[in-house]
């Protein structure tokens, strides 16, 4: 018994640096694309957003998480007054390649960005990657922050795969009262459910993986995997506007129709025939122009 004890314990603690752990001793590149066919249409192109993003003046700032984390974030002004957009990367992603075209836009908007690392990410402390369900309390922590500082500029709230997860999830949260809408890009709808099905494409059996899985997360990152966007979003506060590619090999496209059927009265989900993970903007960005701006002109006033 105790053999077989120990192979669970040794199995969940491998399973929990896989999936879940982030060194401190991380260096994100905000040059690190994914060298695959997905991304080899939009790779230069997102090289090209990131070079003008290098070139403009930021603010470095930093606040705690409930927690007592560290969270770092780059701000960006435009002008006195304007609508402050707050921005989430995806998992084991940066803010400066998940928003590179997302910041752009905000700006041509307008709007004043505040560009954050999250959790075990960049330059924010932690080591676990909590796929959304502490994250949104981070969210929560930077909208505060933001209302804080900019009083009654109204807040967006964006984010990019685990980071539109997240600020889903932190939908039904008491959100600041000028925060006025998200806009989620290829959000999933739990992390439970994307990362069963990440093992369905290693061909691990969900009845061997998800338990061996969730006691890793428990027992040495202190995460219980529960709730998550589809679950959030029944009691969302502000409106949601989501895009999803639906080549999208990571996140399956019906997780986001998941989450719109959810709540099809608080959230909107405009769909990009060709576009993979995260690449919508990239691949059509004069519909998500178009699309962002009506959403703007409807909510953020």
């Known amino acids: 018994m105790f053999i077989i004890f120990a192979m669970i314990i040794l199995l969940s603690y491998v399973s929990y640096r896989r999936v879940f752990y982030s060194s401190p001793d991380r260096k994100n590149s905000i040059w690190n694309i994914p060298d695959t066919e997905e991304y080899s249409v939009g790779k230069p192109i997102i090289l090209r957003l990131i070079d003008e993003m290098e070139n403009i003046p930021f603010e470095e700032v930093r606040i705690k998480s409930y927690d007592g984390l560290d969270l770092y ?8 007054g304007a609508p402050v957009q707050i921005e989430f990367h995806g ?9 590179c075209g997302g910041s752009k836009l ?4 307008g709007q004043n960005v505040l560009l954050v ?11 676990t990657i909590c796929f959304g369900i502490k994250e949104k309390y981070d969210c929560l922590a930077w909208a505060r922050y933001a209302s804080e ?30 925060v006025k809408c998200i806009i989620a890009d290829c959000p999933f709808s739990s992390a439970e459910e994307i990362i069963r099905s990440e093992c369905k494409k290693t061909g691990i059996p969900d009845f061997l993986g998800m338990p061996i899985i969730k006691l890793g997360a428990l027992v040495f990152g202190r995460l219980k995997l529960s709730g998550g966007a589809e679950k959030a979003v029944l009691n969302a506060k502000v409106p949601i506007l989501i895009f999803h590619g ?7 496209c019906d997780m986001s129709r998941k989450i719109k059927e959810a709540n099809p009265k608080m959230v909107t989900l405009e769909t990009f025939a060709e576009a993979s993970h995260g690449m919508s903007y990239i691949l059509e960005p004069e519909r998500y122009e178009r699309l962002t701006k009506e959403f703007f002109e409807k909510h953020v006033k």
């Open 117 to 127: 690392d999250q959790r075990a990410h960049g330059k924010s402390g932690g080591t």
């Open 73 to 80: 974030g780059r701000y960006y002004h435009v002008k006195d």
């Open 149 to 178: 500082r900019f009083k009654d500029a109204p807040i967006v709230l964006s984010g990019v795969s685990m980071g539109g997860a997240t600020v889903i999830e932190a939908s039904e949260l008491e959100l600041p009262e000028n």
């Open 91 to 99: 998992y084991k992603g940066t803010a400066f390649r998940d928003f």
């Open 106 to 109: 905000a700006k041509k908007f």
């Open 246 to 252: 639906e080549k999208d090999s990571f996140v399956p």
